[in-house]
């Protein structure tokens, strides 16, 4: 009888503590939740600087290889260098993305930029520069901004809470095109101008400047492993539909966790390509991103032929069309909750279908100014749109162990498709003319259509919330 009171007591007091520590444990959890609120903000100061300094990167190792030869294709292998390494070491990154520390690859990829751009510092201070030593630190720029991307979407379902991850992927997507696309460039031709010294010292503070900016995340950095060929089973055990993404166990201290022993690279890599090729939703979107892709590497490689001979437009006038294509871009991203909140998540995606449609055709239809320029916006603004969501999309659908392979397999497939596209394009326009080759990409990707209504249906969206 006592021992029975004992342990009616003991269970009296082991209840009545477990309902004092609520408040408390309430009180932390809320607690730690605020720093990680502030990730977002870490992360959009990092894509901020590291884009503004690749985009100077890519206007100024190109203009110091035109300095040192008049052949296009020797100052071409210059900007190949900085965007080969996409098709090269995408998928081998997304491995090392899914093994290591994120946060730490960042860091990498950070010291990689600085001993490349530092390397090119100490060349010209000797008066060395030479075309082969442009390619190499490209090379190595264009590595380690595999490695930074991939990496830094892999550490966004990590370290921001799933609430916040729509704004947060709206805000990183903005400042990718604001920082990349417009301020790098402008700002690379000023440093140029400056000197090619100035433009190499502030590029190289400034990536020195983002490593820093890194001390300020806080969470977990290292993703959590799976046994061996279990995510690559559940993807193919629902083949066809949208899986749920099973929570993983918090780290009993910092980043150190019982895992299973890592695969070989190519099983991994294979593996990845299982899951994604597996899940019917992500699949879809993979194919129909690449047809996107090609069609806008498409226009960038011939709109300038276009704009000069057919439409017959001068260089600042070349410039609106390029800014509209922009501001387009960063509408999507500010307006993307507005725009989600209003049509949903499909149809916000389905514009960039007709952005991109509009881009190809317009040009093939009329060479009037504004009806160019107002294609390229609605194509800027589609393609953010599609960019915002598809990343929350797969940040909900992919588990955070493959968050990196998937990255790769997913800019391997966007990024790749961009030269393929523009090879085709070029091929298309001398065989049959410009205005049919615009008209074929247009009715590519108008094909497109029919297979994104019938597969990201309103329940395939609700399973990937």
């Avoid at 805000?171 to 790098?184: K, M």
Wanted: hydrophobic share 55%; charged share 10%.
């Amino acid at each position: 009888m006592s021992a029975d009171a004992a342990t009616v007591s003991g269970d009296a007091a082991t209840a009545s503590a477990s309902e004092t520590a609520a408040g408390p444990g309430a009180a932390e959890a809320a607690e730690a939740a605020r720093p990680r609120s502030r990730n977002t903000a870490v992360l959009l100061v990092f894509t901020a600087i590291t884009n503004l300094a690749d985009g100077v990167t890519k206007i100024a190792l190109p203009l110091m290889a035109a300095h040192l030869t008049t052949s296009p294709a020797r100052i071409s292998l210059v900007s190949l260098t900085l965007t080969a390494p996409w098709l090269l070491v995408a998928l081998h990154v997304g491995v090392l993305v899914d093994r290591a520390d994120r946060r730490r690859l960042l860091w990498l990829a950070d010291g990689m930029r600085m001993l490349a751009v530092g390397g090119l510092l100490l060349a010209l201070a000797a008066g060395g520069i030479t075309l082969w030593g442009l390619a190499l630190a490209g090379l190595v720029l264009g590595v380690a901004e595999v490695i930074a991307l991939t990496s830094a979407a892999a550490l966004i379902p990590a370290v921001v809470p799933r609430p916040a991850r729509e704004r947060a992927n709206a805000l990183i997507t903005g400042t990718e095109t604001v920082a990349n696309e417009f301020c790098g460039p402008f700002v690379g031709g000023l440093l140029v101008a400056a000197g090619t010294g100035v433009a190499l010292g502030a590029t190289w503070v400034t990536y020195l400047a983002a490593s820093l900016v890194l001390l300020l995340l806080t969470g977990r950095f290292r993703a959590a492993q799976d046994a061996p060929g279990a995510a690559a089973h559940a993807g193919a055990s629902t083949a066809g539909a949208p899986t749920a993404i099973v929570p993983t166990a918090e780290p009993l201290d910092g980043d150190a966790r019982p895992t299973a022993p890592a695969a070989a690279v190519h099983a991994q890599i294979a593996e990845g390509l299982r899951h994604l090729w597996g899940q019917r939703l992500l699949r879809t979107m993979a194919l129909i991103l690449t047809v996107l892709c090609a069609s806008w590497g498409a226009w960038l490689a011939l709109m300038p032929l276009v704009a000069t001979r057919t439409m017959g437009l001068s260089a600042d006038e070349y410039g609106i069309v390029l800014s509209a294509l922009g501001v387009g871009g960063l509408t999507g991203a500010v307006a993307a909750t507005w725009v989600n909140r209003l049509l949903g998540r499909r149809w916000a995606m389905f514009a960039d279908l007709l952005g991109t449609l509009a881009m190809m055709a317009v040009p093939a239809l009329t060479t009037r100014l504004w009806a160019v320029a107002l294609s390229a916006f609605v194509g800027g603004m589609g393609g953010t749109l599609w960019t915002v969501n598809a990343r929350l999309i797969a940040q909900n659908l992919v588990p955070e162990a493959m968050m990196g392979r998937y990255s790769g397999v997913a800019r391997l497939l966007s990024w790749g498709a961009l030269p393929v596209g523009a090879g085709l394009m070029g091929v298309l326009a001398e065989w049959c003319g410009v205005r049919w080759a615009f008209l074929v990409f247009a009715a590519t990707v108008a094909a497109t259509v029919p297979v994104f209504l019938r597969v990201v249906t309103p329940d395939a969206l609700r399973a990937a919330e």
